[in-house]
C-alpha cells in the first residue's frame, strides 16, 4: 500500500464548475497535509496546509481533512482553466519528519 | 523577500561526470529537503537536512548520492558518476521548522547524456 495514493486522473470538468480531488493514507498517527498545486515544467506551489479535522477554506479552495477515515480532499469553486494542473496531496507521517507526496491527480478545466 | 533558489537550472552532464546541485533556503529557514521527479511522476524524497546535520537520508540512493547542509552556504546535492538515469528534476525545498508546509525552489533539470 503506498503511503499516499490519489487518483491519477485526468479529472475533466467544465469551467465554473466544482473540482473535487481526493487523497487517502495510510499512516493513521499523520498530522500534517498539504495540498500543492504543479503547472507543466514548473515546481510545486503550496495551495493549502491543514492540521485539524473539518474543513478550512481560502478564496475559492476548501480543504477536508477526515482523520478517522485517513482522507484529505481539496475542492475547487468555479473552476478556471488556469486551474488546470496537477495537483500534489503532501502528508508528514510519524515515522518521517518530511513531506510524502502522492503521485498527483491531473485536473483539467474545460473552457 | 527572495524564496527558495537553486542553481543551475539547467545542468547538462556526461556520462561519468559529477553534478552539484545547489539550493538556498528561504530567509529564516533551517530545514532543507530534496526530491526527485522522473518526467511524469510523482515527487520522491531524498533527503532531510538541517543546518550541519542529515536528518532523514532513507531516499537517498546508497551509492553516487550525497548531501550537506554546511553552516554557512548553500545545501549542495552531489551525484557522482553520473548515469543517464539519473536525468530528472530536482527540487529543493525549505520550511522554518519541523513537520510544516515546505516551500519549493524553481529546481534543477538535470540530463545525462
Known amino acids: 500500500q503506498k503511503e499516499v495514493e490519489q487518483n491519477s486522473g485526468p479529472l475533466s470538468v467544465p469551467e465554473g464548475a466544482i473540482a473535487s480531488l481526493n487523497c487517502t493514507y495510510s499512516d493513521r498517527g499523520s498530522q500534517s497535509f498539504f495540498w500543492y498545486r504543479q503547472y507543466s515544467g514548473k515546481s510545486p506551489e503550496l495551495i493549502m496546509s491543514i492540521y485539524s479535522n473539518g474543513d478550512k477554506e481560502d478564496g475559492r479552495f476548501t480543504a477536508q481533512l477526515n482523520k478517522a477515515s485517513q482522507y484529505v480532499s481539496l475542492l475547487i469553486r468555479d473552476s478556471q482553466p488556469s486551474d488546470s494542473a496537477t495537483y500534489l496531496c503532501?502528508?508528514?507521517?510519524?515515522?518521517?519528519?518530511?513531506?510524502?507526496f502522492g503521485s498527483g491527480t491531473r485536473l483539467q478545466v474545460q473552457p | 523577500n527572495a524564496g527558495v533558489m537553486q542553481n543551475p537550472r539547467h545542468l547538462v552532464r556526461r556520462r561519468g561526470q559529477e553534478a552539484r546541485l545547489r539550493c538556498s533556503p528561504m530567509k529564516g529557514h533551517s530545514h532543507v529537503y530534496w526530491y526527485r521527479q522522473l518526467p511524469e511522476e510523482g515527487l520522491k524524497f531524498m533527503v532531510y537536512l538541517q543546518k550541519e546535520n542529515i536528518i532523514d537520508e532513507s531516499g537517498m540512493p546508497k551509492e553516487r548520492f550525497s548531501a550537506e547542509f554546511p553552516k554557512e552556504g548553500p545545501s549542495i546535492l552531489r551525484i557522482q558518476q553520473v548515469v543517464r538515469g539519473d536525468s530528472a528534476a530536482y527540487f529543493c525545498?525549505?520550511?522554518?521548522?519541523?513537520?510544516?508546509?515546505?516551500?519549493f525552489g524553481q529546481g534543477t533539470r538535470l540530463t545525462v547524456v
Open positions: 503532501a502528508v508528514i507521517g510519524t515515522g518521517r519528519r518530511a513531506l510524502t
Open positions: 525545498a525549505s520550511s522554518p521548522v519541523q513537520n510544516t508546509e515546505a516551500f
